[in-house]
């Protein structure tokens, strides 16, 4: 794991939508794997910025989020799918057909869509680069503790905290669904190079059990650890409980000179 520590959000934003655009410039026709959630809306508007006046093109991408509620209909506006849309999709030029969240209108089998969206993914040669946020209880996607490690698209139940947590963008009266389908971990896993993105206080527990902690199903994201290729990218305050954070500086400015010296390496 390559660990970053930032002095802000803005600049964990600026140097994922560097690093996604850098990915881009060297392999227009990537496969991406996409994230929701409040920490990725600055990286998007990065994006669509670098879009709009850095000639950054998505013409050629491909992308496959990790989840997407169940019973929630596509153009419901809480739907992930609206989410895309509204904060990127809209805004780039990416072909909408080549965009895929795991859907399940409601006549349809779960098990059946989640198999498909595995196949998917594998046609489309597998993703190059996995975009994670952290669940304050350590998950990613919405693979909640206790998640297998070896799982792949599913269904998944929400904990109570994940709800609570994503409850502020539905209302009240607004029914907030308690299913997912998300991709599983080894799912995960299979992406070819993965950059986590966690910013603000209450995600520094997580942080410590990811990174420092034993790979264990209680944290998901601990699985990571077992990734050859996985930046983490965190603020000044995400960062603030880890044990070893002199080292991660350190190494971080050894891999910044190396990276000047022979160029970002893309398996
Ligand atoms: C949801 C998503 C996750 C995301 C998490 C963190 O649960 N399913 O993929 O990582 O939110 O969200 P936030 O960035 O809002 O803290």
Known sequence: MEIVILKNAAAVAATAADLVAGLLSHRPASVLGLATGSTQLALYRQLVEKHCHAGLSFKQTRSFNLDEYLGVAANSPQSYRSYMNREFFDHIDIDKQNTFLPFCSDNENPRLVAQRYEQQIREAGGIDLQLLGLGVNGHI?????????????RVKTLTQQTMEDNSGLFSSTEFQPKLALTMGIATIMDGKEVLLLA??????????????????????????????HVTVLLDDAA???????????????????????FGVFHG
């Open 141 to 153: 996607g919405f693979n909640e503790p206790s998640s297998s490690l070896a799982s792949r698209t």
């Open 199 to 228: 910013t603000g206080k209450r995600k520094a527990a997580a942080v410590i059990q990811m990174v420092e902690g034993p790979v264990t199903a209680m944290c998901p994201a601990s699985i990571l650890q077992l990734h050859e």
């Open 239 to 261: 960062a603030s409980q880890l044990e070893n954070r002199d080292y991660y500086e350190w190494a971080y400015q050894q891999n910044e000179s190396l990276k000047s010296r």
